[in-house]
C-alpha cells in the first residue's frame, strides 16, 4: 500500500546508477517522502539491481517519472524548490524547510546542470560540507541526509 504524503519531495535529475536508485526508494518510504525521477534515466525501473537495492519498499511510494525538469516544475510551480549542489549558497541544516518543499539532485557524475541552477533562488541552493580535497558524497547518502535533516524538522511527523 502507498503512503498517502504531503511531505518532501525527492527529485532526481537523470539518475544513472540503479543500485543508488533503489537505496534512495527505501530510504523514500521510511521517511514518507514521494519521489520524481526526470529522465533520461541511466536504467530501466524494472531493473532487478534497482528491486535488490529497494527490497521490497517500492510499493510503499509513489514514484513519478517526467520527461524533463521542465515538465516537473510545471506540474508543481507552487513549489518552494531547493537543489543540494557542492557550489551551494548555504549549508543543508540552514533553511527552514517545510511539508511539499521539492529538493532536486543532479546524476551521480556530473551534479544538476547550471541552466537549472541559474533557474533556482541563489538562497535555495544548499550544500552538505566535506573536507576541501573532496568533490562529492554518493547520490544515495546526500539524498539521506538531506532527508532525515528534513524530517527532523518537521518533528518526524
Known amino acids: 500500500m502507498k503512503q ?3 511531505f518532501i519531495h525527492i527529485v ?3 539518475p544513472q546508477i540503479p543500485q543508488n536508485t533503489g537505496n534512495i526508494i527505501r530510504l523514500c518510504a521510511n521517511i514518507g517522502a514521494e519521489l ?7 536504467f530501466k525501473l524494472y531493473d532487478k539491481r534497482i528491486k535488490r537495492a529497494a527490497l521490497d519498499y517500492s510499493d510503499l511510494i509513489d514514484i513519478k517519472t517526467y520527461s524533463s525538469f521542465e515538465e516537473y516544475v510545471l506540474k508543481y510551480d507552487n513549489r518552494n524548490i531547493f537543489a543540494c549542489c557542492p557550489s551551494g549558497e548555504r549549508i543543508y ?3 527552514q524547510y517545510t511539508k511539499n518543499d521539492s529538493i532536486i539532485f543532479g ?4 551534479g544538476i546542470p547550471k541552466n537549472i541552477l541559474t533557474k533556482l533562488q ?5 550544500k552538505i560540507p566535506m573536507r576541501p580535497n573532496n568533490r562529492s558524497i554518493n547520490l544515495s547518502n546526500t539524498v539521506a541526509i538531506l532527508g532525515y535533516e528534513i524530517w527532523r524538522q518537521l ?3
Open 155 to 157: 518533528k518526524f511527523q
Open 12 to 14: 532526481l535529475i537523470s
Open 122 to 126: 541563489k538562497n535555495n541552493l544548499i
Open 93 to 95: 541544516t540552514e533553511p
Open 107 to 110: 546524476p551521480e557524475e556530473k
Open 36 to 42: 520524481h525521477l526526470i529522465q533520461p534515466l541511466g
Open 4 to 6: 498517502k504524503n504531503d
